[in-house]
């Protein structure tokens, strides 16, 4: 297994590649962009993107999908059926998916995005914008906060100190750092979010 | 990167500890691995997909290493010269670092998650996208480093000094900080409030 980390300038979003070094196949989690970078990088490595999987659907991390596609057969993930107007294979909570040679794990956690989900791969989180490194992705209300932060305790804190996070934005973490140190999941944080509407990522 | 060998016991999970089959903890010899760990990252230019994870290092000439993927977290790191080293996405977490040097190094994608740093230098160096989330670092110095993108989110900061570093898009959220010097520093790129997160 090969991992390889890609800063998107647009939306300052992560993206991740994860190639399977026998099969040659691979995977893309959130291609926020497609660069000539990254597919000189796909292609010197001798990987085929066979699939997609999206954390959440928002424009930041997705927007990779309309030149991946072009060059790429590749299946997309999504907990929607319809991003960009590319259909997904529609994903739902604690469903155990087979791709591109890789067992993935689904975990629902709604609260910044209605479909956010964090994939699961061996000790790794993919955790999109549900979980950042020291905080919690942003909400719309306190209700989206509640339910996020009761997301995160229940399903994604409770995983193995070691487990490595890779969110869509910032540094990676671990869950034993999340669960001592993130602002978000300090004991009433969802009751200080006021309901903002402006833009974000 | 990240692909580590699980520990050889059953149901154990965490990662094999350096070369061997087995986690520290289930190692048959602890002293022999961690002489082993020792000896090979002395030994070697650069270390990929490894776990030292647990080990106690004390005295090692690092310096000009390549890490990528490497996992140091709960480790107890003392006297150990890092100097000008390239690390991507590796793990301090919860390591113990004490009276080392991580100056001139170029760290990217990095996180040193509640970690215990003290009497480190990480000067001259860039730190990109590293999280220092929940460490307490003291008597540290960062001096005209590139910290972009990183994070001291929760971190406890005393005698630290971040003097003429670039602190663009860098969460700068301690919980508590005492005598730290940002002379020269960007803080007004730094995220220093809730309101201004990017997420």
New interface residues.
């Given amino acids: 297994?090969?991992?390889?980390?890609h800063?998107s300038l647009y939306g300052?979003a992560n993206s991740y590649l994860l190639g399977d070094e026998v099969t040659r196949r691979a995977l893309i989690v959130d291609p926020g962009e497609f660069t000539v970078g990254m597919l000189n990088h796909i292609e010197g490595n001798g990987f085929y993107v066979a699939a997609v999987l999206l954390t959440h659907s928002h424009i930041h991390h997705v927007r990779g999908l309309k030149t991946l596609l072009k060059i790429y057969e590749a299946e997309v993930f999504a907990a929607t059926s319809k991003v960009l107007g590319f259909p997904c294979r529609v994903v739902s909570d604690g469903e155990r998916l087979a791709v591109a040679g890789f067992s993935v794990d689904v975990i629902s956690v709604p609260g910044h995005s209605p479909d956010s989900v964090v994939y699961k791969i061996d000790?790794?989180l993919f955790t999109g914008?549900a979980l950042?490194?020291?905080?919690i992705?942003?909400t719309l209300s306190p209700f989206n906060a509640r339910l996020l932060v009761d997301g995160l305790k229940a399903k994604i804190l409770s995983q193995?100190d070691?487990c490595?996070v890779l969110p869509g934005?910032?540094?990676?973490?671990?869950i034993?750092?999340?669960r001592?140190?993130?602002?978000g999941l300090e004991e009433g944080y969802a009751n200080?979010v006021t309901a903002t509407y402006d833009f974000?990522? | 990167m990240q692909c580590f060998v699980p520990c050889a016991v059953d149901g154990c999970g965490k990662p094999a500890f350096a070369s061997g089959d087995t986690c520290l903890d289930h190692a048959p010899d602890r002293e022999a691995a961690l002489a082993a760990a020792s000896a090979l990252l002395e030994s070697s230019d650069s270390a990929r997909d490894l776990s030292f994870a647990g080990a106690a290092l004390e005295g090692l000439n690092l310096s000009g290493r390549r890490f990528y993927a490497c996992s140091f977290m709960g480790a107890s790191l003392r006297s150990v010269l890092f100097t000008n080293s390239i690390f991507r996405l590796c793990f301090f977490d919860g390591a113990l670092i004490d009276s080392c040097d991580f100056s001139r190094i170029d760290a990217q994608f990095c996180s040193f998650g509640g970690a215990t740093i003290s009497n480190v230098s990480f000067e001259n160096s860039e730190l990109l996208h590293v999280s220092f989330g929940g460490a307490a670092i003291s008597d540290s110095t960062f001096n005209k480093s590139n910290l972009y993108d990183s994070r001291f989110i929760r971190s406890v900061l005393k005698n630290v000094d971040i003097v003429d570093c670039d602190l663009k898009r860098v969460y700068m959220l301690p919980l508590k900080q005492d005598n730290v010097s940002y002379k020269y520093s960007n803080t007004m790129e730094a995220v220093r409030d809730l309101e201004h997160l990017y997420l």
């Fill in positions: 297994m090969k991992l390889y980390q800063y300052f000790r790794i914008d950042h490194a020291g905080v992705g942003r193995d070691g490595i934005h910032g540094p990676p973490s671990t034993g750092a999340e001592r140190s993130n602002l200080k974000f990522v």
